[in-house]
């Protein structure tokens, strides 16, 4: 866990971080999750401004079958999402996302989303 305050360069530690994670790991798929689609928007522009360093440019999933399709291709990428996605329709069940060991999830303003209904 990392804390920023305001204005302090959050998204910036984050684009080092996936950069260095890249580097070390074997083809990861880093997901970055956020709450909110303008804080997702925001730091996606920051993540594809950083393509050079990533190897690669981001991408943002649309809804939750796009995302599923973005988890199981075994090449790595940068994929941004919503909190939102993971939310339980009542009574319904859901298969894995993914079974790879090598997603690294960043979650933005994690602490936002730990209590009811999205914890």
Same mark, same amino acid.
């Given at each position: 866990?990392?804390? =920023? +305050? %305001?204005?302090?360069?959050?998204?910036? *530690?984050?684009?080092?971080?996936?950069?260095?994670?890249?580097?070390?790991?074997?083809?990861?798929?880093?997901?970055?999750?956020?709450?909110?689609? /303008?804080? /997702?928007?925001?730091?996606?522009?920051?993540?594809?401004? *950083?393509?050079?360093?990533?190897?690669?440019?981001? +991408?943002?999933?649309?809804?939750?079958? =796009?995302?599923?399709?973005?988890?199981?291709?075994?090449?790595?990428?940068?994929?941004?999402?919503?909190?939102?996605?993971?939310?339980?329709?009542?009574?319904?069940?859901? &298969?894995?996302?993914? &079974?790879?060991?090598?997603?690294?999830?960043?979650?933005? &303003?994690? =602490?936002?989303? %730990? *209590?009811?209904?999205?914890?």
């Amino acid at each position: 866990m990392i804390w =920023h +305050t %305001q204005g302090s360069g959050k998204s910036l *530690s984050m684009v080092f971080y996936a950069g260095k994670i890249v580097q070390l790991l074997a083809n990861p798929t880093i997901l970055v999750i956020t709450d909110r689609n /303008d804080l /997702d928007d925001q730091l996606f522009d920051t993540f594809a401004a *950083s393509k050079q360093l990533l190897r690669q440019a981001p +991408t943002q999933a649309n809804d939750r079958q =796009h995302l599923k399709k973005l988890l199981k291709v075994a090449s790595g990428g940068v994929v941004f999402t919503t909190i939102q996605k993971f939310q339980p329709d009542k009574g319904n069940v859901y &298969e894995t996302l993914s &079974e790879r060991q090598n997603i690294v999830v960043i979650a933005d &303003e994690a =602490h936002r989303t %730990q *209590s009811m209904p999205l914890s």
